[in-house]
Nanobody, 124 residues
Framework: QVQLAESGGGLVQPGGSLRLSCAASGRPFSVYAMGWFRQTPGKEREFVASISWSTGSTLYANSVKGRFTISRDKAKNTVYLQMDSLKPEDTAVYYC?????????????????WGQGTQVTVSS
């Protein structure tokens, strides 16, 4: 099975920055895109950003557009999420995910593989 491992979460002050990493390992698989989601207690998992593995095309949620940047290193089989100008409302558990197919939607149900999550807390 494919394994996804997130790292880089932690505590940061409002206006600060964090960079999350997601390294993939395990049995090889064909990937269409990698994405980042986040979730807080009582809320559904929310789409944050995604990147096409082959072309590098990116997509962002309106709430993070202009502040977050998703990127990938194909040689390292790793995807990153650079988070700048962080706000308290960005506090959540952030999950890395991979999808094998295109369906035209960003919903979490479209993704096939998930990491364990990493906590991001934005607080003074």
């Amino acid at each position: 099975q494919v394994q996804l491992a997130e790292s880089g979460g932690g505590l940061v002050q409002p206006g600060g920055s964090l960079r999350l990493s997601c390294a993939a390992s395990g049995r090889p698989f064909s990937v269409y895109a990698m994405g980042w989601f986040r979730q807080t207690p009582g809320k559904e998992r929310e789409f944050v950003a995604s990147i096409s593995w082959s072309t590098g095309s990116t997509l962002y949620a309106n709430s993070v557009k202009g502040r977050f940047t998703i990127s990938r290193d194909k040689a390292k089989n790793t995807v990153y999420l650079q988070m700048d100008s962080l706000k308290p409302e960005d506090t959540a558990v952030y999950y890395c995910a991979g999808r094998r197919t295109y369906s035209g939607v960003t919903a979490s149900a479209a993704y096939d593989y998930w990491g364990q999550g990493t906590q991001v807390t934005v607080s003074s």
